[in-house]
Every structure is written in structure tokens, then in C-alpha cells.
């Protein structure tokens, strides 16, 4: 009959990887790895600093609208409709059902609460959580689980790059993230519409003087990161498989990132999301498992969020903005 | 004798509202009557409810306590915490380690603690946590600080399950729930014991916040939220309110937490999650924030929502019962979200709204209604009557003389659009 | 004196609040007809039984996060158990009425459910329940007032502590247990290998660790673990190969275990493996090609795993399954999947656990629980062959043998011996 176990103690590591300078195919490795890892922070830290930069909210919902929509996009995936079987265009429509659904969000949940205190705002996007995630539970979560969801490059080929094999899968998150950020750099400095955005989050009743109209400008912040969102879910889920938390892990790397980088950055997100993956990859690879170990990666990066919140908050690259009274 | 759970609710809030309203007495007799109904009808309750609901309204009592700190902080000082459950586990946990591990751990001397102690415990060291937070939390405002608490919130059980030495990891740690004093072993049960223990914490502390709240202490807290500027301008000293607050609300938090081990027996990193920590909040929203009545709503509404809601809506006939049985999170944020839009104020302020109806001036408008009504025909008397008029009277004049004629009063009956903040008291 | 609209207001209220509060029930769903030929058998009982029905109960983690992972096995038990209503004609002769609820995950409320159910709906034994952290805040209680928990639905293998709580049977083989006898298996037949283990960082993952390397007499050169919250393993894997492990013992859940495979397509390595039998092999196989299943079996297959169930996919031209299949969709239960396969065995058990203490003529309490413990040799339908049921006043964990079994290159489990391995 089987007793108890008490437990084989666990505290002895039995590998401890060889430091840096004796393996530094391995060192290196992990830093590639770390680095594609850190691109798929970066594109949800994106979507994060977009809204923040147009609206000046932080959004507790985003990781579930982009999961309801990727999981959307699987039940498109599934109706066999010749058309919606090619990754690529799911890819697409995840993008555009995400674009739909952030100017929805906004015009009917967050307008109502735009320009009351931070505590309605806080518990509007909470709650807006807590519904997002019942509801796809309930829709889709019914059969077995996790899901698979299929990707535009396969997930299996991979490219040899010096020491390290990049899966291809990866390289486009990668690509991916990259365009988005050059493309909101130029966004929000090169283009009317982006001053014109930029201007709503930093005063809006001064923008609406200039004739701005600061709803529609709202509405696109938000759209557009609905639609980033969006495509980070299709990108993601055939990474971590498809299930209804799928997203929330990422998002906490994510925020991390988001903070870290400075929350008004769209380079800073970027670059924070790839210090937070290749720094998660170095902590669980160089340090004793007794000490920190894999486990306390996501808390470790936390507690990074919370201290450059204190330090410096607005992050590595973030500008600072005073408050006049 | 056992009843409804409902029917026992509804009875002691129904009574004990009538009293608040009844025209006998002044004002301050009205409430504080109503108040000693309601805790009546408390003290009753271990007696007519069975043990589920009896569990059930100990656990609300402890979560009372609980959002009452939150409320504090949150409500009255305006500083959005999602990691309020941070200090609840951590009030548990103490109360845990002192009473399961004490011997092995030979912290203060291996006798072991008695219960009552341990409370006290859990509430202080709660309440240094908060000094520790709550320093740091000064630089931190708005979202920023919400973001803060909710890394600290997902952060504990996880370094809680890591260093389990001390915590018994994932595993948590077991111990017996404290026995009724003696002179009451043969009176009441296990249940009913704990029940009463909860129940004098909450009445001790809530009127301990009470006082707290409606004093210097109470406007200074809801000065800052308003307008720290002001406030300072005011001479209101703002770093050491706002630290304040976070001591107070945590020493609370520690407490709800230590009644919450010592009514469970056990404590293991799931007691107090995130999840549960975010509905704290949605808690204090639903219930009324800055409003001691609408902490306490609050914690029955996380209580209760969950545990029945399914279950009733499936009575209804064009629900599939089975459906609503086997998704009760979709039924749980979906009645959270309604509440919040029917009910911007919480219940407490919506019920604080109904109290403050003019009901005489609308009453007045009833009596004058026949009195109108004989105004109207007199006027369109001149139809039928052939007698010769004087100037000043017939069809173009139609203000009746003599007759008082209120004005648009129920306008001022609806608040205006202010903020969320501003509820009850 | 002034006379307070409000008054009237409340009054009214509370008369409304009164007499629907006075309509409405706390009680269990009254029973619907059904077949009862013969009557009922005249029976000891005491709590939970009567003429016509059996009560039931049951928890599960129905909301939050990880309800959408394990909630299907309550609708898979309430559908066999309407089968064995409808077309078996319930139990000696009475319906089985199923009463469930949500332990939200959380020991605090699991513990005020299971009071419901056994003071308030008054079960006669509670069944399946599930979640570690739930089932820990029931156990004490349900003990206490000797009620049955039987065939508790976690792999902890605590549940067997018959001293402890005499009156709890676990029921799927434990995470130790898979991790020991996969550690015989690998004495067996790989005793040179270097072992590389990943493990998630949580009770299952330690468990079957911790098993594994109970019974492993072989070298175990690397150990990795990530957490449930990973998103990526490959540095772990890294890990592993470089500490030059030749088979990789990989007890993770399907989402870790198909990311396992992929790095080792994309680094073309290729180690033994061997899973968990939580890992469905065609799911596996499905998540790690990312959707093209053909390439995922390609990276699976050759893989060792253990089963104790039939395999909804692999198996489904046996007659058990295609009869599993046919009550889960006539009875309201979920999509077929490896819990629903699971739920009817657990329900099937149960079924012949509360015959047994009909035959017995003793439908109370503790009648039950010494019919369970009377089992021996019993197979499920939709059990592996070779697998059977084994209890005793001494022996609290129901099923303690695993078939070892190589994936093939369609996905099936081929068996590896001829006797799955037992550790009773």
C-alpha cells in the first residue's frame, strides 16, 4: 500500500549549469532563446503602452480580449470554410476581429467611466476581465482542453543561426513585433493622427479646444490595440496551446515589461519585454534552484515592476510628464 | 426550528429597516435601535440556521471585516489595493504558524498559544506589513498603484509555496479549530461558537471603525482622496493619513485573515488568491464604497453570489438549469457587471438614495390633487357659464388664484453625476 | 406626525421578500420517475436513501481559471449516472439522484459545500470529488462525521492514509505510484540510461518525480522543473541536453509536454521519452505539431506513457467506447474526451460499489464504505485490460496499475508487457 511520501528532498540541484564562460554555446543559447521569448512580451507590452499612450488607462483586460479572440478565430478555424483554414488569413481576421472589438470595448464599456475617478476605471476593467473570462469559458471551454490552434510557419522547422536553432514560428513573433514597433514609432511621430492621439492622452480638453474629436480618437487607441492584442493571441497560442488562461501569464510578463521599458514608450516596451525574457532564461539557467530557481521568475520580474514603479517610474525609456494641478 | 436562509435575511433586515424608518423617536434613537434589531436577529441566527448558512454567515462576518479595511483604504482614502488579500493571508498564515508549527519551530516557548492571542498577532504584524507597503505606496498613485499590489497579491502564494519551511509550502498548514470555553461547551456547538467569536469581533471592530471614521481622523481620510492638494493646503498632514490608512486597513485585513484560519482549520497558499482578492474589490463596489453597511453587504454578495446564484436563476422557467449549474463563473461576473450598472453606488448607496426620498413633498403633491382638479374644472367652468364676466377672468387667464402650486421639487430628488466615491455613510 | 413613504416602501418589500422567500426551496431537486422495475429492495439505510432514490454528492472546481480543465468529468458522472437510471433501472430498484457543487478550488469553500450536502441534502456518500486543495479542506470534516468520500478525483496519494481517514478512497492512480512504476519500467528496460527529468513545479509534478526517483536504481543526470505559469520550457530543455540525457523523463501537462517535443524536432534531438499518462497521445501529438497532427505524431511516437483508460481516440472503434459515446451524447454528457472516459469510470465504479451494499442488504453509511472495500477484481468497461480495481480495510487507493505503453505512429498505445505493473 502506498504510504506517505514525505518528499525526496529537492533543494540539491543535480545539474547546475556551467557558469557562462565554460559553456558559452549554452550562454548563448539561452540568450537567443530569451530573446524570442522576450518579443512575444514585447508584442502584448505594445498593446499595453498603446492604449496608455492614447488614453491614459491601463488596461487589466487585455490579456481576455485577446484571448476571446483568438478563441474566435479557432471557431472560424474549425467551420472548415476553406478560406478560413489558411493560418495566414486567420492571422489577419485576428487582427481585424481584435480592431472591432477594442473600438466596441470602448465606445460601450470604458466611455461610460472616461474621466471619472481611477477606482471606476480600475474596477470597470477588472470587471470587464472577470466577464471576458466567464464568457469564453462558458462558450468554448466545454470540451477537452488545452486546444490546438494552428500558425502560419510551422512551429517544427526551425533555422540554425550561429550556435542556436530558431524555431521559424518564433522568428515571426519576432518579425512581427519588430514591424509593430516601427510601426507605431511612426505612428504616433510621424503622422497627424498620432499627434492628434498623443494630444487626447495628455490633455484632452485642451486637444478638443484644437478641434480634435477626442472620442474618435479613443475609439482608434483602443481599436488599434485591440487589433495588436488581437494578432499577439494568434501568434501566441500555438506557442502555449489555446486554453481560457492562456493569455494571463503572458500579460504579466507583459506588464512587467511595460513598466519596465516605460509604460509612454512603444521602443521601451520592446526592449523591456526582451531584458524580462532573456533575464528569466539566465535566472532559471545560472542560479541555484534552493535559492531562486525557475519558479520565482514571475515574481522575481514582479517585484522588478514594483520597484521600478517606485524608482523610476516611468521606466528605462519613458519620458516624464508633470502633473500640474 | 430551522429556516430559510432568505427568509431569515429578509426578516431581520426587513425589521430592523422599519425601525430605522418608523416615525417614533429622533433620528439617533431610529438608527441605533434598528442597529440593536439587527443584532438581535444576529445573535439569533446560530439557533434557526443550519450549519451550511451558519458556516456560510461566519465566513461573511470574517469578510466583513476584511472589506471594512479594504473600504478604509480603498473607499474613504481612495488608494485602488488589489493585494488586499496579501494581508489576509498573511493574518492566516500567523495564526497558522503559531499554532502548528510553534513547537517545532520553538518561536516564543513550546506551549502552545491560546487563540485568542494569536488574533492579536496576526492583526499587528498585518498592520507592520501595511507600515511597509504603505510607506512606498506614497510615491505610487491611481493605476500605478494598482498595478503595484496586484504584482504583490500574485507574487505571495507563489514565494509562500517556494519557502515552505516555515509555511508548509503547497501543502499549507493544518490545526483544530479552537473548542468553546467551557461554560459554554454544553450550550453551543463547534459552529455556533465560532460563529459568536466572529460575530463580537465584527461588532467590536466595526464600531471601533465607525468612531474612527466619522471623526477628524474620517474627514481627513476623505479630504485626501478628494483633492491631496487641498488637503495639504488645509494643513492636513497627507504621507502620514495615507500611511495610516494602509496600517489600519491591513491590521483589519490581518484580523479577517487570522478568524478565517481559526474558523477553517487549515491554511494553504489557495486560501487567498488573486481571484479572491479582485472580488474584495468588487465587493466594496457592489456593497457602497465609503460605507461601513456596504462593506458588510459586500461580503455577503462574494459569499452568496457564487453559492446561489446559479441555483436561483435556474428556478426560473426559460433558464436550462443544467447550463447555469455547470458555468457559475460566467453567472458570477455576469451578475457583478449588472449590479455595477443598476447600481453605481452600491447597495448601500442605492439604498441610502431611497432613504433620502422627499416621500412628504411628494405626498403633498397628492393631497393638492383634488384641489387642483376643483382649480381645473373651475377654470373650464367658463364653458358653460353664461354669466357676464369681468376683466381678469376667462379663457386667456388661467392662473387660478389662491392656490399654491409647487414647483419642480422632484428634481432635486437625483444626485447629480458625481463620482463613485462619493456614496453613503 | 410625518408619515414616511419609505415605511410603505419597506413594508412592502418585506412582505414581497416574505412570500417569495416562503415559494422558493433550498431542497435537493425532487426526483423524476423513472423505471423501477420490481420496486425497491427493502434495505438498511440511514442517510440519503429512499424508497425511490439515492442521494449522491459531489464537488468540483466549476468556475475560475481551472474549471475549464476539469469541470467536464462532473457532467460525464451525471450522465452515466442518468443512464444507469433510465436503462438499467437505477439502483436496487431507487434513481440515483447526483447533487454537485463548485469548491471554487478553495479548501474554506469546499468545506462549507460538503456541509450542504451531507446536512442539508443529507447524501448518503460523496463521490469523485475533486482538486487537491478542495478535497484537503473537506477530508477532516467529512471524516469527522463518517461520511464516505469515496474515489477522490486528485492524484495525491495522501488519499490512501487509511489510519488517518478511514472513511476516504482515492481512486486514480496516484502521481507517485505512475512515477514508480514508470522508474520499475525503466529498470527494466533502460537501466543505462542517463536520465534527464523535467518536472512542473507544483504537487503533480513533484509527485511523480518524487516517485520516480524512488524506484530508480539507474544515473539521473540533469533535473529541470518549470512552473505551471511557464510560457517556455526551452531553456529547460537546454538544459537537459546538455547535460547529455538520453532519455527524458517528462512529467508535464499536455500544453508542456508537446513544447518538450517541438525543441527537441527543432534541435534534432531525439532522447526516449517517457510521459504521463495525463498526456492524451493524439492531443499531445495534435498540440506539438502545432495543429498538423501528422507532424506532431512523427515527434511523438515512440514515446512511453502509461494508461489505465481506454483512449477516446485511439480506442474508438471498440465497443466500449463507441457505448461511451452513445450515453455521453444521449445523456447531456460533455464532448468525449479523456475526462469523460475517466467520469465513466468513476461512475461505473460507484454504481457497483452502491450494488454491492444493496446485495449486502446494508444501503447506510458505513454499509457503503465496507462494499467498497469488499472490491476486488473488478474491472470498468472502458478500463484497459488487465487493469482491475483492488480494495481493502487496508487498501484505500482504488487503481494501482498502469499498462506501460510505446505511442506508435498512429497515435494508439501499443501495450509493452504482457501485465501492467502494480504496486499494490
Known amino acids: ?325 | 426550528m430551522e429556516m430559510n436562509i432568505w427568509l431569515f435575511l429578509v426578516l431581520s433586515l426587513g425589521v430592523s429597516g422599519l425601525v430605522r424608518v418608523a416615525p417614533l423617536g429622533s433620528e439617533r434613537q431610529r438608527i441605533l435601535a434598528s442597529l440593536l434589531v439587527l443584532l438581535a436577529f444576529m445573535c439569533w441566527a446560530p439557533f434557526v440556521l443550519d450549519n451550511f448558512r451558519l458556516i456560510q454567515m461566519t465566513r461573511i462576518a470574517t469578510l466583513g471585516l476584511a472589506l471594512l479595511g479594504l473600504n478604509i483604504l480603498t473607499g474613504y482614502n481612495g488608494q485602488v489595493s488589489l493585494g488586499h488579500g496579501a494581508f489576509v493571508l498573511m493574518g492566516a498564515y500567523t495564526v497558522a504558524v503559531l499554532l502548528d508549527r510553534n513547537e517545532q519551530l520553538n518561536l516564543i516557548d513550546a506551549t502552545p498559544w491560546p487563540f485568542w492571542a494569536t488574533i492579536f498577532v496576526a492583526g499587528f504584524l498585518a498592520a507592520a506589513a501595511g507600515l511597509v507597503i504603505g510607506v512606498p505606496a506614497l510615491r505610487l498613485s491611481g493605476p500605478y498603484l494598482a498595478i503595484a499590489t496586484l504584482a504583490v497579491m500574485i507574487s505571495m502564494p507563489i514565494i509562500v509555496r517556494k519557502y515552505g519551511t516555515f509555511t508548509g509550502g503547497s501543502q499549507g498548514l493544518g490545526f483544530s479549530r479552537p473548542p468553546p470555553p467551557p461554560f459554554l461547551e454544553d450550550l453551543l456547538r463547534r459552529e455556533q461558537w465560532l460563529y459568536f467569536l466572529c460575530l463580537l469581533a465584527l461588532v467590536v471592530m466595526t464600531f471601533l471603525a465607525w468612531n474612527l471614521l466619522r471623526g477628524q481622523f474620517g474627514r481627513s481620510l476623505q479630504a485626501v482622496r478628494d483633492s491631496e492638494v487641498a488637503a495639504a493646503a488645509m494643513g492636513i498632514h497627507v504621507a502620514r493619513v495615507k500611511v495610516l490608512a494602509f496600517v489600519i486597513s491591513a491590521f483589519y485585513a490581518g484580523v479577517a485573515g487570522a478568524l478565517l484560519a481559526l474558523i477553517s482549520g487549515i491554511v494553504n497558499p489557495e486560501t487567498v488568491d488573486i481571484v479572491q482578492s479582485i472580488n474584495y474589490l468588487a465587493g466594496i463596489v457592489i456593497g457602497g464604497l465609503a460605507s461601513i453597511m456596504g462593506s458588510l453587504i459586500g461580503a455577503a454578495a462574494i459569499v452568496f453570489i457564487p453559492s446561489d446564484a446559479a441555483s436561483e436563476l435556474a428556478k426560473l422557467p426559460f433558464l436550462d438549469a443544467n447550463m447555469l449549474r455547470r458555468a457559475p463563473g460566467a453567472i458570477q461576473g455576469a451578475v457583478v457587471i449588472v449590479v455595477m450598472l443598476l447600481m453605481p453606488y452600491g447597495v448601500a448607496g442605492a439604498a441610502h438614495r431611497l432613504l433620502r426620498l422627499r416621500p412628504e413633498r411628494a405626498l403633498a403633491r397628492w393631497r393638492e390633487a383634488p384641489a387642483l382638479a376643483r382649480g381645473a374644472l373651475q377654470r373650464a367652468s367658463w364653458a358653460w357659464d353664461l354669466r357676464p364676466r369681468s376683466a381678469g377672468q376667462g379663457p386667456g387667464q388661467n392662473r387660478p388664484q389662491g392656490e399654491v402650486v409647487s414647483h419642480g421639487e422632484g428634481g432635486k430628488a437625483t444626485d447629480p453625476e458625481g463620482d463613485l466615491t462619493k456614496g453613503g455613510q | 406626525m410625518r408619515l414616511k413613504r419609505a415605511w410603505l416602501v419597506l413594508a412592502a418589500l418585506l412582505s414581497l421578500g416574505l412570500v417569495l422567500a416562503a415559494c422558493g426551496e433550498e431542497g435537493p431537486a425532487s426526483p423524476t420517475p423513472g423505471a423501477t422495475p420490481g420496486g425497491p429492495r427493502q434495505v438498511k439505510t440511514d442517510f440519503g436513501v429512499t424508497d425511490t432514490e439515492i442521494k449522491i454528492g459531489h464537488t468540483n472546481v466549476l468556475s475560475g481559471s481551472l474549471a475549464a480543465v476539469y469541470q467536464p468529468v462532473t457532467p460525464a458522472l451525471q450522465a452515466y449516472f442518468e443512464y444507469v437510471n433510465r436503462e438499467k433501472g437505477g439502483v436496487c430498484g431507487r434513481r440515483i439522484t447526483f447533487i454537485f457543487e463548485d469548491s471554487q478550488y478553495s479548501p474554506t469553500v469546499a468545506r462549507e459545500k460538503v456541509t450542504k450536502l451531507i446536512e442539508q441534502d443529507r447524501v448518503l456518500a460523496l463521490v469523485g470529488d475533486l482538486g487537491t486543495p478542495a478535497v484537503t479542506g473537506e477530508v477532516d470534516y467529512v471524516n469527522e462525521q463518517r461520511v464516505p468520500l469515496l474515489y477522490v478525483s486528485t492524484g495525491a496519494s495522501k488519499w490512501g492514509d487509511y489510519q488517518r481517514w478511514p472513511w476516504t478512497i482515492g481512486f486514480i492512480p496516484d502521481y507517485v505510484s505512475e512515477g514508480r512504476i514508470l522508474g520499475r519500467f525503466a529498470n527494466e528496460r533502460f537501466p543505462n540510461a542517463k536520465v534527464g527529468i523535467l518536472y512542473q513545479n507544483d504537487d503533480f509534478g513533484l509527485d511523480g518525480r518524487n516517485g520516480f526517483k524512488q524506484e530508480f536504481r539507474g544515473q539521473i543526470v540533469a533535473e529541470q522543473s518549470y512552473e505551471a505559469t511557464a510560457t517556455d520550457i526551452s531553456s529547460q530543455m537546454a538544459n537537459l541536453r546538455a547535460a547529455g540525457a538520453d532519455l527524458v523523463y517528462l512529467y508535464a501537462t499536455p500544453a508542456f509536454s508537446a513544447r518538450a517535443f517541438q525543441y527537441m524536432q527543432q534541435n534534432n534531438w531525439r532522447p526516449q521519452v517517457m510521459m504521463s499518462y495525463v498526456n492524451p497521445p493524439v492531443l499531445t501529438a495534435q498540440l506539438a505539431g502545432g495543429g498538423n497532427a501528422q507532424a506532431g505524431l512523427q515527434l511523438v511516437r515512440g514515446t512511453i506513457s502509461t494508461n489505465y483508460i481506454l483512449d477516446y481516440i485511439a480506442d474508438a472503434d471498440k465497443p466500449e467506447m463507441k457505448e461511451h459515446v452513445r450515453i455521453m451524447q444521449t445523456y447531456g454528457g460533455p464532448p468525449v474526451q479523456s475526462l469523460s472516459v475517466y467520469g465513466q469510470a468513476l461512475a461505473e465504479l460507484v454504481v457497483e460499489t452502491l450494488k454491492r451494499a444493496c446485495d449486502a442488504g446494508d444501503l447506510t453509511r458505513q454499509g457503503v464504505l465496507r462494499a467498497a472495500e469488499s472490491i476486488r477484481g473488478f474491472r470498468m468497461s472502458v478500463l484497459l485490460p488487465g487493469i482491475t480495481v483492488n480494495l481493502g480495510p487496508r487498501d484505500h487507493f482504488a487503481i494501482q496499475a498502469l499498462m506501460p505503453t510505446e505511442i506508435q505512429a498512429d497515435g494508439t498505445p501499443r501495450p509493452l508487457r504482457d501485465q501492467p505493473i502494480s504496486i499494490e
Do not use: C
Open chain 1, 1 to 325: 500500500m502506498e504510504g506517505l511520501l514525505a518528499g525526496l528532498p529537492g533543494a540539491m540541484p543535480v545539474f547546475l549549469a556551467p557558469a557562462p564562460w565554460e559553456d558559452w554555446s549554452l550562454f548563448g543559447e539561452q540568450i537567443v532563446l530569451g530573446l524570442l521569448t522576450g518579443a512575444l512580451y514585447a508584442l502584448v507590452a505594445l498593446a499595453i503602452v498603446l492604449i496608455y499612450r492614447s488614453t491614459d488607462i491601463i488596461n487589466f483586460a487585455q490579456s481576455e480580449m485577446a484571448m476571446f479572440g483568438t478563441f474566435a478565430m479557432w471557431s472560424i478555424w474549425l467551420s472548415g470554410v476553406p478560406l478560413f483554414s489558411n493560418p495566414w488569413m486567420l492571422l489577419v481576421l485576428a487582427g481585424l476581429f481584435g480592431l472591432g472589438m477594442g473600438a466596441v470595448v470602448e465606445r460601450v464599456v470604458i466611455r461610460p467611466v472616461e474621466g471619472k475617478p481611477v477606482l471606476t476605471i480600475v474596477v470597470v476593467t477588472l470587471g470587464l476581465f472577470l466577464l471576458l473570462n466567464s464568457v469564453a469559458t462558458w462558450i468554448w471551454a466545454q470540451g477537452e482542453l488545452p486546444k490546438v490552434f494552428p500558425s502560419p510557419l510551422s512551429v517544427l522547422e526551425s533555422i540554425k543561426v550561429g550556435f542556436a536553432t530558431i524555431p521559424e514560428h518564433r522568428l515571426l513573433i519576432f518579425a512581427v513585433g519588430a514591424a509593430a514597433m516601427v510601426l507605431l514609432g511612426l505612428l504616433f511621430n510621424y503622422t497627424k493622427l498620432g499627434l492628434a492621439m498623443r494630444a487626447t492622452a495628455q490633455n484632452p480638453l485642451a486637444a478638443q479646444l484644437m478641434g480634435i474629436n477626442v472620442g474618435n480618437m479613443l475609439t482608434v487607441g483602443w481599436a488599434l490595440s485591440g487589433a495588436l492584442g488581437g494578432i499577439a493571441g494568434a501568434l501566441i497560442a500555438p506557442v502555449v496551446t489555446l486554453h481560457p488562461a492562456f493569455m494571463l501569464p503572458v500579460i504579466l510578463y507583459a506588464f512587467s515589461a511595460a513598466v519596465l521599458g516605460g509604460l509612454n514608450s512603444v521602443p521601451g516596451a520592446v526592449v523591456g519585454g526582451f531584458i524580462i525574457g532573456v533575464g528569466e532564461n539566465l535566472l532559471a539557467t545560472y542560479t541555484p534552484r534552493a535559492i531562486f530557481g525557475p519558479e520565482m521568475s514571475l515574481p522575481l520580474a514582479l517585484m522588478l515592476l514594483v520597484v521600478i514603479l517606485l524608482v523610476r517610474p516611468t521606466g528605462l525609456l519613458g519620458e516624464r510628464t508633470v502633473r500640474k494641478v
